[in-house]
C-alpha cells in the first residue's frame, strides 16, 4: 500500500474526529434546516446526480444482480428527498434519560444517550446509501467515514459533492462527510483506524460481511446478508399464501429482504402449483427438492423448474431465483430455517395460533413475521426513518438500525462535595 495513501487518510480522519466533536453543540433545529435543504436540493441536481450514476451503469451489465440496486433515476431520488425529509421530522434520538436516580449519599445520576462519535460504512453499490447513511448520522450527532464500492464511485462522488456544498452553505465543516478514496487499499486503512473511528458498518453481499469483520480492528455491527425463508404451514391459507411469496419475491428481488427459499408442509403439496402460478408470470427459477419438482412438473413451465441442488439452499439469490423445501412437520421446517438462516427475516403463514405462537418462539431472526410478507424489514417501514442497516447480530442492535442504535451513552453525576470513604 502507498504510504502516501494511508498518511493522507489517516490525517483525514483525525480532521473528521475534529469535526464530530463540533456536531455535539447544534441544537436539532439546526441539523433539521440542514437536512431539509438537502432534500431541497435534491430534485435541482438530479441532473448532475443521474448523469454520473449513469456512467457508473454503463460499467455494469444489466444482468448484475447489483444493477438494480445501482440504478438511480427521479422516481428514487423523489424517494431519498422524502425520506431525508422524513429523518428531519423525527425526535432527536440525543440527550434522552434513559436511567435517572438518587443514591442514598445524595449523588444524582443521570444516563442519557449521547453520539458515537465517528461511524464507518463499507457499502457496495447502493449509492442511495450515501444519502441515507449521512441523515441518520447527523440527527444522530455524527460524523460519518464512507467506503462504497468502485461500481458506485461516480454517484457516490456526485452525491457527496452536494451535501459538502450543503453543508458549507450553513457553516459546517465538509469534514462532517469523508467519501474515502476509490482504491480497495482504503478500505484496508479504515477497518484499522482504532481511536479514530469507532464503529463500522458493513453493507452489503455476505463475503463483504465476513471480510470486515475478520479484518477490522475497529468494532463492527453486522448487517445485511438475509437468507430468508418463507414456511408454508399445512394450516396456510391459500390466497393470503399466493399473494405473500409473490410479494415476498418479486417487490425488489436484489434487496436482502426478498425470499430465497419457499418451505412447505408436504400435506399442502397439492396447493404448491398454484402458490407458484404468479412467479411463472415473472420468470422465477424455482430449484425444488424431489417431492415439490414432482409437484410442479406438470404446471410450472419446463424452462423454469430445476431439480434443487444442496447450494440452493442457504443461499441468497439476489435475482428471481427461489428454492423450495418440502417437510412434512413444523418442526422439520424450523430445523431447516435454523440450519440455513442468516438471522435476518424469517416468516410462516399458517392459521393456526399454535404454530404461529411456536414459530415467534422458536425462530432465532432479527425480525420474524406471521401470515406477511418479509419485504416489511426495513427502517422506513418501522416508521424509524431511512435504515442504515439491518442488523443480523445481538449485540447493541438488532433489526432495522436507524437514530437510537447510532447512539451510546454516558453517566453523568451531580453531587454536592460527596467523597468516599478509605
Known amino acids: 500500500m502507498s504510504m502516501n495513501l494511508k498518511e493522507t487518510i489517516i490525517l483525514k480522519l483525525d480532521e473528521v474526529r475534529t469535526a464530530s466533536r463540533t456536531l455535539v453543540t447544534l441544537t436539532d433545529s439546526t441539523i433539521n434546516e440542514v437536512l431539509l435543504d438537502l432534500a431541497g436540493r435534491i430534485a435541482p441536481n438530479a441532473a448532475a446526480i443521474l448523469e454520473a450514476n449513469h456512467k457508473d451503469l454503463e460499467r455494469m451489465e444489466k444482468t448484475n444482480p447489483m444493477y438494480d440496486r445501482l440504478l438511480l433515476n427521479e422516481k428514487r431520488l423523489e424517494g431519498i428527498a422524502a425520506d431525508i425529509r422524513n429523518v428531519a421530522s423525527l425526535p432527536s434520538p440525543l440527550d434522552m434519560t434513559l436511567e435517572e436516580r438518587t443514591l442514598e449519599n445524595g449523588l444524582r445520576l443521570r444516563k442519557a444517550s449521547v453520539p458515537m462519535g465517528v461511524i464507518g460504512i463499507i457499502y457496495e453499490a447502493r449509492p442511495n446509501v450515501t444519502f441515507d447513511v449521512f441523515a441518520l448520522s447527523l440527527k444522530s450527532g455524527n460524523a460519518t467515514v464512507l467506503k462504497g464500492g468502485s461500481d458506485a464511485d461516480a454517484s457516490n462522488r456526485a452525491i457527496v459533492e452536494l451535501i459538502h456544498s450543503v453543508l458549507s452553505d450553513h457553516n459546517l465543516s465538509p469534514d462532517t462527510l469523508y467519501l474515502l478514496p476509490s482504491e480497495r487499499e482504503a478500505a484496508t486503512v479504515m477497518m484499522g483506524a482504532v481511536g479514530k473511528i469507532d464503529m463500522i458498518i458493513p453493507r452489503g453481499s455476505q463475503a463483504l460481511i465476513n471480510h470486515v469483520r475478520n479484518t477490522a480492528k475497529v468494532p463492527v455491527i453486522e448487517t445485511g446478508a438475509g437468507i430468508v425463508h418463507t414456511y408454508f404451514d399445512k394450516s396456510g391459507e391459500l390466497e393470503m399464501g ?30 404448491l402449483s398454484e402458490l407458484c402460478r404468479p412467479l411463472a408470470e415473472h420468470q422465477v427459477i424455482i ?12 404446471s410450472y413451465p419446463e424452462q423454469l423448474l430445476q431439480h434443487a441442488e444442496p447450494e440452493h439452499f442457504g443461499t441468497e439469490f439476489l435475482s428471481l431465483k427461489l428454492s423450495v423445501k418440502t417437510v412434512d412437520t413444523l418442526d422439520n421446517a424450523l430445523e431447516h430455517i435454523a440450519a440455513y438462516s442468516s438471522q435476518h427475516s424469517e416468516a410462516v403463514i399458517t392459521e393456526d395460533p399454535a404454530v404461529k405462537a411456536e ?64
Request: net charge neutral.
Open 242 to 271: 399466493k399473494e405473500i411469496v409473490l410479494n415476498a419475491k418479486t417487490r425488489r428481488p436484489s434487496v436482502c429482504n426478498a425470499l430465497d427459499t419457499l418451505i412447505i408442509h408436504s400435506e399442502r403439496l397439492g396447493d
Open 287 to 298: 430449484f425444488a427438492d424431489e417431492r415439490a419438482y414432482l409437484s410442479l412438473l406438470a
Open 359 to 422: 414459530f415467534f418462539k422458536r425462530v432465532d431472526a432479527a425480525v420474524v413475521y406471521a401470515n406477511t410478507s418479509t419485504a416489511f424489514t426495513d427502517g422506513a417501514q418501522f416508521g424509524l426513518g431511512a435504515e442504515i442497516g439491518i442488523s443480523t447480530q445481538k449485540l447493541h442492535a438488532r433489526g432495522p438500525m436507524a437514530l437510537r442504535e447510532l447512539t451510546t451513552y454516558k453517566w453523568m453525576i451531580e453531587g454536592d462535595g460527596q467523597t468516599r470513604p478509605a
